[in-house]
């Protein structure tokens, strides 16, 4: 156990995330305050933790700009700020704070969502609703761009569904009415489940779920002054149905979430011959199955708030943890931690 200090402004925290080796612990309120603690072992003692702070400053955001997303370098020598309208990135050791030069619209009227992995340990991939964008730690410069186009919610997903035969189609999709959910990554895989979220013709509000190859990203074959384009699998409806709330990638490419029943379940994702995607440009296709779903167990009926299960999260190993009655509840399975 370990206590964090409040940040010195007082303000309720927004925004918690991890180092991956464990050692730093990332607080963010809605005014810009970042605090960075460090954390280490109290005495002989294996439950018991001492933090102190690192880093203490203040990002400097616009009139209704607020922190989204904050991500530790996988070496926890920096770390990432997404923003509503910027990215920064921070030098933990001198406290020194660098803002991307990039054009603000090229990375924020899309709501990117950001991740890293250590197969590109200096590399951060930012997923929006038609585009992925490349950058580089060093400096936060956009080295690449990927185009896919979404399926749209309401039809089949039976058949393959082609792409438009020219980019100006990626101007009319449903922008406005499609909303970015989760992105489900794990550092050490190369699988990528992003959740988009819109309303039906029928009207009725539902998520797809698209399952990207970050290996693809790395492949060539675009047109010389055309941005690149990346293929993806669709997850059948009758998985997506099921999931009230995705929660967490574990080992064995196995995707945790919450279900629409509130059972805790698993479902092992599969790519094409166990190996990356097709060349991107190509159609995307189903992957799923609701036989392969495995039930863990499940959570009390008066836990189901909105609210709640928006917060609600799943470790690397496997534990539960769901803010419950102004604390966390911790929720371990053995079959999980597997």
């Known amino acids: 156990m370990c206590e964090l200090a409040p940040l010195t402004n007082y303000m309720p925290i927004k925004n918690v995330v991890w180092s991956r080796d464990g050692r730093l612990v990332a607080l963010a309120d809605s005014t810009g305050r970042l605090a960075i603690d460090k954390v280490v072992r109290s005495g002989a003692s294996v439950h018991t933790w001492d933090a102190s702070r690192a880093v203490d400053l203040c990002i400097p955001l616009q009139d209704g700009d607020t922190i989204n997303q904050l991500i530790f370098h996988p070496t926890s020598t920096k770390i990432f700020v997404a923003t509503t309208l910027k990215i920064f990135s921070v030098e933990i050791e001198s406290s020194t704070i660098r803002e991307s030069v990039a054009e603000p619209e090229s990375t924020s009227t899309l709501k990117v969502k950001w991740a890293c992995y250590l197969t590109c340990p200096d590399t951060l991939l930012g997923f929006g609703n038609t585009k992925v964008h490349v950058f580089s730690w060093d400096g936060l410069r956009q080295t690449a761009e990927h185009i896919y186009f979404l399926p749209r919610l309401g039809r089949s997903l039976t058949t393959s569904v082609a792409f438009p035969t020219t980019y100006t189609h990626a101007a009319s999709l449903q922008r406005d009415a499609e909303m970015l959910g989760r992105l489900i990554t794990r550092a050490d895989s190369p699988e990528v489940l992003l959740e988009i979220s ?141």
């Open 198 to 338: 819109s309303t039906t013709p029928s009207g009725k509000f539902g998520s797809q779920y698209l399952l990207f190859d970050i290996r693809d990203l790395q492949q060539g074959g675009s047109e010389p002054g055309l941005p690149q384009v990346l293929g993806y699998q669709v997850m059948s409806s009758d998985i997506g149905s099921k999931i009230r709330q995705p929660l967490e990638m574990l080992s064995r490419k196995r995707l945790v979430f919450l279900s629409v029943e509130r059972w805790i379940c698993t479902w092992r994702l599969r790519t094409p011959g166990g190996k990356g995607m097709a060349g991107h440009g190509r159609s995307p296709s189903d992957i799923g199955g609701s036989a392969e779903v495995e039930q863990h167990y499940f959570l009390p009926g008066d836990w189901m708030t909105s609210k709640n299960t928006s917060l609600c999260t799943v470790t690397p190993g496997g534990t539960l943890l769901y803010p419950r009655n102004g604390g966390v509840v911790t929720v371990q399975a053995a079959r999980l931690a597997k």
